[in-house]
């Protein structure tokens, strides 16, 4: 399978405890991007990397959240001190978007669930 | 916050139906496309429109583009039961804005 793998699918914390995530993108796409998503909305742009540059970080990102992309590869999303607000599926999608094409379109993958209990 | 609306929020239809979903934004784009998702699952998508297209067709799917409206449909013709998800219209900004900004998304059941 070549498509973005994310893990855990599934991760269920207590309040306060730190969590982290992982997302493998496509292995020729160069973007990576972090959505958080929460139940009957649609998806709310979180940051993005171009290789292991970090290019835009939204306001949803307070200080708890980090993000990082240390060799242009996989990815991790970081919460710390978790809260219950933070309860929501986490989606990674790629593209190859900045390797000079004109392509748009992203490719996500499954998701992690987070419940903050 | 989300970019903008889509309505209506759910639509149920008969297979064999056509299904129309619409979605309005509120900034200068450069694309609009459109993502459809499974229950619990990830996005997948369905089509793209340039801001200087005003219809586009692939397969079953057809969407219009209105930018002095800032709206955009999308047709599924001849619905099947599998096409039962949300479907979500997203706006891919102007140069320097690289995120996609997605709509609150319609939930479509296709009853067999």
């Known amino acids: 399978d070549t498509g973005v793998s994310q893990n855990p699918r599934h991760k269920i914390t207590k309040r306060g405890q730190n969590v982290t995530f992982r997302c493998d993108p496509i292995?020729?796409?160069?973007?990576l991007y972090w959505y958080r998503q929460t139940l009957g909305q649609g998806p709310e742009f979180l940051t993005y990397f171009q290789n292991e540059a970090q290019l835009e970080k939204s306001r949803l990102l307070s200080d708890r959240f980090s993000a990082e992309r240390p060799k242009g590869s996989f990815s991790t999303l970081e919460i710390q001190r978790t809260e219950q607000g933070d309860s929501a599926m986490y989606l990674c999608a790629s593209s190859p978007r900045g390797q000079g094409l004109a392509t748009y379109e992203q490719y996500f993958g499954p998701g992690t669930r987070l419940t903050v209990t | 916050s989300q970019q903008g609306e889509e309505d209506p929020q759910a639509l149920s239809i008969q297979e064999g139906e056509n299904a129309t979903m619409n979605c309005s934004y509120k900034t200068s784009i450069n694309n609009l496309q459109w993502y459809r998702q499974n229950s619990g699952r990830g996005l997948v998508h369905q089509i793209l429109?340039?801001?200087?297209?005003r219809e586009k067709h692939s397969g079953r799917l057809r969407v219009t583009l209105d930018t002095s409206k800032k709206s955009s449909s999308l047709l599924i013709t001849a619905s099947r039961a599998a096409d039962t998800a949300s479907y979500f219209c997203a706006t891919h900004g102007v140069f320097g804005n690289e995120k996609l900004t997605f709509g609150t998304g319609t939930r479509l059941t296709i009853i067999p």
């Open positions: 429109i340039r801001s200087n297209e």
């Open positions: 292995s020729e796409h160069n973007r």
